[in-house]
């Protein structure tokens, strides 16, 4: 089973600014991960595939990179409304397709 | 626009059976494969098992494997999840996904269903 390691657990980040998250899989996933945001009493939504193709409807705040280990979530111009669980899936190998633990972004 | 539509929350007692529906668009349901994420109280999302349903092909996780069972009703676009016996630790939220490319197991979920809650207390 492929571990997924998101960091930091939690981001605290000033309105306008950047926040970076981190995922980290144990071993090589090419490209295949995708990132969702996780709002309080919702559904997660598929914010990122292909570790940087932006799903529909998604803003070109968000931004994907990375291959093999290691990826970047990087969120531009934060606005009130990404406050959120974020979280990281492997789908290069199966079963099971794997999650991280998340990174809950807080606005300052 | 494409939604997969849950049914509504259940409470329920350790040992009593249960079957959770999710209903698809008709024009995309049999041609991408639907899945189970479970997310328990405040925790992250686990990946349980997938269906396709234009022929009931259906894989789990081994964590889940013989702990539940993921069926589908191809002519009504719905698919199952059911337990025979639940235990107070099946207490969780429970999402059908939809893979985003046609075919492909290997794939992000594009499409979410609201959810349903399955609390599980004597």
């Known amino acids: 089973e492929i571990v997924m390691t998101q960091s930091p657990a939690t981001l605290s980040v000033s309105p306008g600014e950047r926040a970076t998250l981190s995922c980290r899989a144990s071993?090589?996933?090419?490209?295949?991960l995708a990132w969702y945001q996780q709002k309080p009493g919702q559904a997660p939504r598929l914010l990122i595939y292909g570790a940087s193709g932006r799903a529909t409807g998604i803003p070109d705040r968000f931004s994907g990179s990375g291959s093999g280990t290691d990826f970047t979530l990087i969120i531009n111009r934060l606005e009130p409304e990404d406050s959120a669980v974020y979280y990281c899936?492997?789908?290069?190998?199966?079963?099971?397709?794997?999650f991280g633990g998340g990174t809950k972004v807080e606005i300052k | 626009e494409v939604q997969l539509v849950q049914s509504g929350a259940e409470v329920k007692k350790p040992g009593e059976s249960l079957k959770i529906s999710c209903q698809g668009s008709?024009?995309?349901?049999?041609?991408?494969?639907i899945g189970w994420v479970r997310q328990m109280p405040g925790k992250g999302l686990e990946w349980m098992g997938i269906i396709y349903p234009d022929d009931s092909d259906t894989k789990y996780s081994p964590s889940f494997e013989g702990h539940v069972t993921i069926s589908v009703d191809k002519s009504s676009t719905t698919a199952y999840l059911q337990w025979s016996s639940l235990k107070a630790s099946d207490t969780a939220m429970y999402y059908c996904v939809r893979h985003f490319q046609k075919l492909v197991i290997n794939d992000a979920f594009d499409v979410w269903g609201q959810g349903t809650m399955v609390i599980v207390s004597s």
């Open positions: 899936q492997q789908y290069n190998h199966w079963p099971p397709l794997t």
């Open positions: 071993q090589s996933v090419s490209s295949s």
């Open positions: 008709r024009n995309s349901f049999t041609t991408h494969w």
